[in-house]
């Protein structure tokens, strides 16, 4: 198995096994699914001795305080004490909503992260952001907190819908873009279905480590994560207000799209960018920039009224901080 060590706990990447757990330690142990989890999942995890099952119902609007006082229902009942460890086994949504009912339960009980989608495994789980979703507003209430550990097994992804696969793809694609030239090539060298999985994901997963390392708490280099996702929160926010959701990283590609239009690059890498983004991945219509700009002006970042984006110096390198007027957009 090969281990990313990131800040006091590692990564482990390859096989199921949670070989590396000494779970024997534990007085009580949980495992959180949701019902797809619970079906394609759990059957491809060791059988762990005196466990329980706590499930929930899957989707985004079920990350909420409602479904965490079920969480904290379920550990109160089953009588979990301090040196209890709850192990999340689902994607970001389980993930977040886990690693907060486990960070707060008993002002804190250890939790493992076994991420099962893409998305979650090149970026959710890294980095100790935990929460829900509150009042419509996404990850409202959380905490800043570490798992004891990550395992990632790349076979899970084998029963994980194509849309949801492509869509944290999107996040591999940026990782490559603001950090990987090398990265980059390899994945733009081969067709999707070609791809070495445990490869781009464990270097996916050393891109985002490396960045969450050097500034946890997003006070400076950590926001070049934020590339495509200006535009991209805003283009996600539209679709939800019309009524008809997208997934977030249909969102992102169509906002690593427009940033990259945006960034210092030559005509011929914008066109590299893109003409691979397009012919590779269905996506949905991108909104005008004037159907956009109610939702960039709530940007988070927006710094004296112009809204900051983290572009591309180059293929393999983004810094952070680039403020447009909405005119200029
Ligand atoms: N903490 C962070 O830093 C961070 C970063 C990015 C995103 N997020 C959060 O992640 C969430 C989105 O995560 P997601 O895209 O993983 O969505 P998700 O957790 O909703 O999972 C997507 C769907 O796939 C199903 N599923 C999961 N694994 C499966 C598998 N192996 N086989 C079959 N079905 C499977 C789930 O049941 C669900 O229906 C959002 O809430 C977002 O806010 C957090």
């Not at 970042?301 to 447009?324: T, V, W």
Request: aromatic share 8%.
């Amino acid at each position: 198995m090969k281990e990313i060590v990131s800040s006091g706990y590692s990564v482990w990447i390859g096989d199921s096994s949670l070989s590396k757990l000494d779970l024997s330690s534990y007085s009580k142990i949980a495992i959180l699914v949701d019902q797809n989890t619970k079906r394609d999942c759990l059957c491809k995890l060791p059988k762990i001795d005196n466990s329980v099952i706590i499930e929930v119902k899957s989707g985004e609007d079920k990350k909420t305080i409602s479904t965490c006082n079920f969480i904290w229902k379920k550990l109160t009942e089953y009588q979990f004490d301090r040196n209890s460890l709850l192990i999340n086994l689902g994607g970001g949504v389980i993930g977040d909503m886990g690693g907060f009912c486990a960070s707060t339960y008993k002002r804190g009980i250890n939790f493992i992260q076994i991420p099962t989608t893409l998305l979650a495994m090149v970026d959710a789980s890294i980095g100790g952001k935990l929460g829900v979703d509150f009042k419509d507003l996404k990850n409202q209430i959380g905490v800043f907190n570490n798992p004891k550990s990550i395992f990632i097994y790349p076979e899970f992804l084998e029963t994980l819908p194509e849309n949801e696969l492509k869509s944290g793809f999107a996040e591999v694609v940026k990782h490559a873009l603001i950090a990987d030239k090398a990265l980059w090539s390899k994945i733009t060298s081969l067709p999707f279905e070609n791809l070495d999985w445990k490869e781009i994901i464990t270097t996916s997963i050393d891109i985002k480590n490396n960045i969450v390392i050097s500034d946890p708490l997003e006070k400076g280099e950590r926001k070049k994560l934020n590339f495509g996702h200006t535009y991209g929160h805003a283009i996600e926010s539209f679709y939800l207000k019309k009524g008809t959701p997208i997934l977030h990283g249909e969102a992102v590609f169509i906002g690593l799209i427009l940033e990259t239009e945006l960034s210092n690059l030559s005509l011929d890498d914008k066109l590299e960018i893109k003409n691979y983004i397009l012919s590779n991945f269905s996506l949905p219509h991108p909104p005008k920039k004037s159907e956009l700009l109610p939702f960039l002006a709530n940007d988070k970042k927006n710094k004296d009224g112009k809204i900051s984006f983290s572009l591309l110096n180059q293929i393999g390198e983004c810094s952070a901080d680039h403020l447009f007027s909405s005119d200029e957009l």
